[in-house]
């Protein structure tokens, strides 16, 4: 086991059921790159929720289309 995280092989690639060691709430535990990768995309739509304008409310035609 390596001591240092540069220490160790890089990857070339990474699989949903590669796992991570993390530090939640004071305690280290693990995750599957599956849940960081969920939790990457959950925090990408918070923000552009939050940052990018509303188009069903703005009366373009975009917004009425179905796409959004």
């Known amino acids: 086991m390596a001591g240092k995280i ?3 092989t890089a990857a ?6 590669d796992q991570f060691e993390l ?6 535990k ?5 849940v960081v990768r969920a939790g990457l995309v959950y925090s990408a739509v918070q923000s552009a929720n939050r940052y990018l304008p509303d188009r069903r409310r703005s009366g373009s035609r975009a917004g009425r289309s179905g796409l959004w």
């Open 30 to 34: 693990r995750a599957t790159a599956a």
């Open 6 to 8: 540069s220490d160790l």
């Open 12 to 17: 070339s690639s990474v699989a949903d059921a």
């Open 23 to 28: 530090l939640q709430g004071g305690t280290n």
